[in-house]
């Protein structure tokens, strides 16, 4: 299976993008910004085609099999400099921590009169995309590219 995430725009903290699985937009996607210099919690990954497993044993993994009864965090494989990094749920930038989260529909909201990129809907995004990501990963390799637009 073959996940294609483009991203889309880039704001000064925020880059949103979306999640296809083959022609079909499954989510949007929201990161952390581009760095020239790693920030940790606070640079996206690099472009590029990642190995994508289910990592069972983390807190994080105990968290959402208790809340959302899901079998272990969508995790990219051998990332550059980063470490543990996840397709997972949240709101803004504050939640990616170098991740990427996933969400329905995109609203902006207006903070000390800048406008803010949230996703709404993001659970739900994220427990469409996890069982089918489960499901691939019992009979393929399952991969996603991030393409810099």
């Given at each position: 299976?073959?996940?294609?995430?483009?991203?889309?725009?880039?704001?000064?903290?925020?880059?949103?993008?979306?999640?296809?699985?083959?022609?079909?937009?499954?989510?949007?996607?929201?990161?952390?910004?581009?760095?020239?210099?790693?920030?940790?919690?606070?640079?996206?990954?690099?472009?590029?085609?990642?190995?994508?497993?289910?990592?069972?044993?983390?807190?994080?993994?105990?968290?959402?099999?208790?809340k959302y009864g899901t079998?272990?965090?969508?995790?990219?494989?051998?990332?550059?400099e980063f470490e543990h990094?996840?397709?997972?749920?949240?709101?803004?930038?504050?939640?990616?921590?170098?991740?990427?989260?996933?969400?329905?529909?995109?609203?902006?909201?207006?903070?000390?009169?800048?406008?803010?990129?949230?996703?709404?809907?993001?659970?739900?995004?994220?427990?469409?995309?996890?069982?089918?990501?489960?499901?691939?990963?019992?009979?393929?390799?399952?991969?996603?590219?991030?393409?810099d637009n």
């Open positions: 299976m073959e996940l294609i995430s483009p991203r889309r725009f880039d704001t000064h903290d925020t880059t949103l993008g979306e999640l296809f699985i083959g022609d079909y937009r499954q989510c949007l996607t929201l990161e952390d910004t581009h760095r020239h210099e790693k920030i940790p919690k606070k640079t996206r990954i690099g472009a590029g085609r990642y190995e994508i497993k289910l990592r069972k044993s983390s807190p994080m993994a105990k968290k959402y099999r208790d079998d272990g965090m969508i995790w990219l494989q051998n990332v550059p990094v996840y397709i997972h749920i949240g709101v803004d930038r504050k939640s990616t921590d170098g991740c990427i989260i996933v969400g329905n529909t995109l609203y902006m909201e207006t903070k000390n009169g800048v406008l803010v990129p949230r996703l709404w809907h993001s659970s739900k995004a994220y427990l469409d995309l996890h069982p089918k990501i489960v499901k691939a990963l019992k009979t393929e390799r399952v991969f996603i590219t991030i393409i």
